[in-house]
């Protein structure tokens, strides 16, 4: 699973493409909404051929809301798919507010964040 903390100026995204140049986008559709979202790679960094290394600017991550996505790699090539797996994008306040409730008395309830 990939990933992404939007308060990170980059973000480093492992992918094993099985040596495939000539690739696609990373294809992304989010799993609440089904909005698609095209996200370039740009150049492979790793120095390895075991996986393919990524850079990309978290700018482009800020008009996808949090949560859950499904991602594809293809072949531009062939069509055929090259990778496919799942993509997270952490909250922007990764510390979710919890009400905690104060009994007082038997009648009275108490909310705080």
Request: charged content about 25%.
């Amino acid at each position: 699973m990939i990933v992404i903390n939007k308060t990170n100026p980059t973000q480093a995204i492992l992918l094993t493409l099985d040596g495939v140049q000539n690739h696609s986008e990373l294809l992304v559709q989010s799993d609440a909404s089904r909005k698609e979202y095209e996200i370039a790679l740009g150049e492979n960094a790793s120095l390895f051929d075991r996986y393919d290394l990524f850079s990309v600017d978290t700018s482009v991550f800020n008009d996808m809301p949090e949560g859950y996505y499904s991602y594809e790699v293809k072949d531009l090539d062939t069509g055929e798919l090259i990778e496919s797996g799942k993509l997270y994008i952490i909250p922007d306040d990764p510390e979710p507010t919890i009400p905690v409730v104060t009994v007082t008395s038997n009648e009275t309830l108490i909310f705080t964040k």
